[in-house]
């Protein structure tokens, strides 16, 4: 049966695609489209799973969720020896914390951000408090990027493919000023031959 990605289009769905074309796994794509009004992923994904959200893997009819998970699964299974630190070695602890925080600590104030925006001035109170938390995490990831350009080690692995959305989120809302080593980071990605195959076979993406 092989892999299929259920894709949502605008989502962190993206860096999933980007990742097998890195890998050079062959691979289907199953696309859903947002409501044009509401933004909201369609019922259609809910029979793929009860919560109805994407990214979704298959692997030979197996289901994985959870964005960390499907790229830790890849990069094991695909990625010869790349893409993942030496098990056992520091490098392998700090890359598991960067994926965690990716989905945890960074997602957390961006998607607070899009919901309280939303509110209009009902969410008035929130803002200062959100934008102080989505400065603090973009400008530790700025902290932390290494000279290599990546978060972990000195070539690509798993937390980058992880934490290249919460850094395309830092440059949309203009950041780049504020946060350079970030902005580098989003253009390498997007220079890539293989992120440029994923995003014309993603469809509509925002960070690009």
Same mark, same amino acid.
């Given at each position: ?24 796994? @062959? ?57 993942? @630190? ?22 957390? @104030?961006? &998607? ?21 938390? &989505? ?9 932390? &990027?290494? @000279? ?61």
């Amino acid at each position: 049966m092989g892999i299929v990605v259920h894709h949502l289009n605008n989502s962190r769905s993206q860096r999933v695609l980007w990742l097998l074309e890195e890998l050079g796994v @062959p691979y289907e794509i199953r696309h859903y489209s947002r409501d044009a009004v509401t933004n909201l992923a369609p019922p259609e994904l809910k029979a793929v799973h009860p919560l109805g959200k994407s990214p979704l893997l298959e692997i030979d009819g197996r289901v994985i969720e959870e964005s960390g998970a499907i790229v830790q699964v890849l990069c094991e299974r695909y990625g010869k020896g790349a893409w993942l @630190p030496a098990p056992g070695s520091d490098d392998a602890l700090r890359h598991l914390e960067l994926m965690h925080f990716a989905e945890g600590s960074a997602m957390t @104030p961006i &998607l607070l951000n899009l919901y309280v925006g939303r509110l209009g001035e009902g969410g008035a109170p929130l803002k200062p408090r959100i934008d102080e938390q &989505l400065a603090a995490h973009f400008g530790y990831l700025e902290a932390i &990027l290494r @000279p290599s350009g990546h978060f972990v080690g000195d070539d690509w692995t798993g937390a980058d493919v992880m934490l290249s959305f919460p850094a395309e989120i830092a440059v949309m809302q203009g950041g780049a000023d504020a946060w350079p080593k970030l902005a580098a980071f989003v253009e390498s990605i997007h220079a890539r031959p293989a992120w440029q195959r994923a995003r014309a076979k993603g469809g509509a993406y925002f960070g690009s």
